[in-house]
């Protein structure tokens, strides 16, 4: 149920050992990350190098936001973010080197019980103390659902939502805050289909997007009119149409996502070394193996 992976290399760093090949896709399930439950969103710590993800049951219910370490011992034991509300929560992703950190939730607003996820992000003090978080307002968060909130190098906030106004059922929109106020609007057709697109993930450098459909993920290229029409990507990286929850390397030429094993006995961590070119994610391992 688990594809443990070994890792031999002391501390937290990016290690110098042979690279993998180019258009490979190989695990990500080192212990105890990797459990017999569903790992899903991993987000890096840009600061500290601590690993923030999404656990949840083997069918993808319950979704919650862990935090782990990495100790001499290799990663810590996850434990509930330091931010942790009631409801559920998911889809953690850092911003403005590590400062921000965006993520969606159904916890208590002003005294309601929320049932809808909304989009919250918290901030860090000058101690690198995680703040209380915020709702962002209207019209960003709707009535509907929203997911997978990811800032993206043109200034523009990308999201999904099931909100009235899209082109299916769910769509991918972007938000953009101006002197306070926020407008939003539709990526259209060359994005969204009359289905389902829950998650968009820009590229560091801005120039790519990569998004969930219902059936797959896909990307899009930036050109000088916008976003072109969306491709699928190759095969090994869309296995079974459970893939979800893409992260890109700092340099983009890595993505990691998390994918359900034949059976739906576990989401397991994957990463997509497109040009095998780097070695990522940074490894944590226990000193002197």
């Not at 916890?107 to 995680?130: A, F, P, Q, S």
């Not at 938000?175 to 939003?184: K, L, P, S, V, Y």
């Not at 609007?185 to 993930?201: F, M």
């Not at 059976?263 to 994610?281: K, N, T």
Request: hydrophobic share 35%.
């Amino acid at each position: 149920m688990r594809a443990a992976l070994a890792f031999v290399v002391a501390g937290f760093a990016v290690a110098a050992s042979a690279l993998t090949p180019a258009n490979n896709v190989q695990p990500w399930a080192p212990t105890p990350i990797s459990s017999s439950q569903f790992e899903s969103h991993p987000a890096f710590d840009p600061l500290n190098g601590d690993l923030y993800f999404v656990r949840s049951s083997p069918a993808f219910e319950g979704w919650r936001i862990l935090r782990s370490r990495c100790k001499a011992g290799g990663w810590s034991e996850p434990v509930d973010a330091a931010f942790a509300g009631d409801g559920v929560e998911a889809d953690p992703y850092f911003s403005d080197g590590g400062r921000t950190l965006w993520f969606i939730s159904t916890r208590t607003t002003d005294g309601v019980k929320r049932t809808d996820l909304d989009i919250w992000r918290v901030e860090r003090d000058d101690k690198g103390r995680w703040q209380t978080p915020t709702r962002l307002p209207e019209p960003v968060n709707s009535p509907g659902q929203e997911w997978f909130p990811r800032p993206s190098a043109d200034g523009w906030l990308y999201f999904g939502s099931d909100r009235a106004g899209g082109l299916g059922n769910t769509d991918i929109w972007r938000a953009r805050e101006h002197d306070g106020e926020w407008t939003i609007e539709n990526l259209g057709a060359a994005i969204n289909t009359a289905k389902h697109e829950y998650e968009p993930l820009p590229s560091p450098d801005g120039k790519r997007l990569i998004v969930m459909g219902g059936d797959a993920l896909y990307e899009s290229r930036r050109g000088e009119d916008g976003w072109a029409p969306r491709t699928k990507l190759p095969p090994q990286v869309n296995v079974n149409g459970s893939e979800i929850g893409a992260l890109f390397s700092p340099s983009g030429r890595s993505l990691m996502f998390a994918r359900d094993l034949v059976g739906g006995q576990s989401g397991e961590l994957f990463v997509w070394y497109e040009r095998g070119d780097e070695a990522w994610p940074p490894r944590c391992a226990a000193k002197g193996r």
